[in-house]
């Protein structure tokens, strides 16, 4: 008698899987919430787990170095030297005023007193030969300043911006409220002076008179009290009319004027 065989479906492996009404994620999938976002790099979790530094292992820190402070000093520099430069600009004022508050300096006074020509011709060779003898007036209105006069000056006579003679103040000490009258003699010749004389005539005879202008560079050192004070310069111009310019006539001043500056 024949075994009863029981027979079983078999499933077909070629065959399509029967659908199924709900789909079921993958196992090897992981799970990932509608809205959420998966990035192909892994979980970013596991990775710092794995990257993690090991326990007890230290890094060295290291810290910057702060900028110099350059631009700071440079101001403080600055600063200081202007204070510097401030407080001796003070100094000085202070001390110029306590002098002027002392001293009160004046400034001294000059004029032509008188003009004397023993020669002036005309020679051959068309120069002019002049000589004259100028009577200076200096007067010095300060109660207690002196004044130095050195050597090194220089006098000159001109006319119409020629000049005619020239010479030197002679070295002398003027006192406290002092006039002195000093006599100068002065000597020149001047080459091709035809047209010159001819128009110092001219001149002559339309206005009757000669303009000529003196001129006085003198180094001096002053006095106050008995503080001597480095070398100076006067610088004196004087204009004057006289009547003629020659050496047969009386010359008389008509009028001058003169005016005084103070050079370093």
Not at 46 to 55: K, L
Not at 189 to 210: C, F, I
Not at 230 to 258: E, G, H, M, W, Y
Request: aromatic letters at 6%; glycine letters at 6%.
């Amino acid at each position: 008698m024949a075994e009863n065989q029981r027979i079983h479906p078999v499933h077909d492996v070629e065959a399509p899987p029967p659908p199924s009404s709900s789909p079921r994620p993958s196992p090897e999938a992981p799970l990932v919430p509608r809205g959420a976002s998966r990035s192909d790099k892994g979980d970013p979790a596991a990775t710092a787990d794995i990257y993690q530094p090991r326990p007890g292992r230290t890094f060295p820190v290291t810290h910057s170095k702060p900028p110099k402070k350059k631009r700071s000093c440079l101001c403080k520099c600055m600063c200081w030297t202007l204070l510097i430069i401030f407080l001796i600009i003070v100094v000085i004022g202070a001390t110029i005023g306590i002098l002027w508050l002392i001293f009160q300096p004046k400034l001294p006074k000059y004029s032509i007193d008188k003009l004397e020509i023993t020669q002036f011709n005309l020679s051959n060779d068309q120069s002019l030969s002049a000589t004259f003898d100028v009577t200076i007036m200096a007067r010095n209105p300060n109660e207690k300043i002196g004044i130095y006069y050195e050597g090194g000056s220089h006098i000159t006579v001109s006319y119409n911006g020629t000049q005619l003679t020239e010479g030197a103040l002679p070295k002398f000490y003027q006192g406290h409220e002092n006039t002195t009258q000093i006599v100068v003699g002065l000597a020149g010749q001047t080459q091709n002076a035809t047209g010159l004389l001819s128009s110092l005539q001219q001149e002559q005879q339309q206005t009757g008179h000669v303009p000529l202008k003196l001129r006085v560079n003198q180094p001096v050192k002053i006095k106050l009290g008995q503080l001597k004070l480095p070398k100076l310069k006067f610088r004196v111009k004087c204009t004057l009319k006289v009547n003629a310019v020659s050496a047969n006539d009386v010359i008389s001043i008509q009028d001058s004027s003169c005016s005084f500056k103070l050079r370093l």
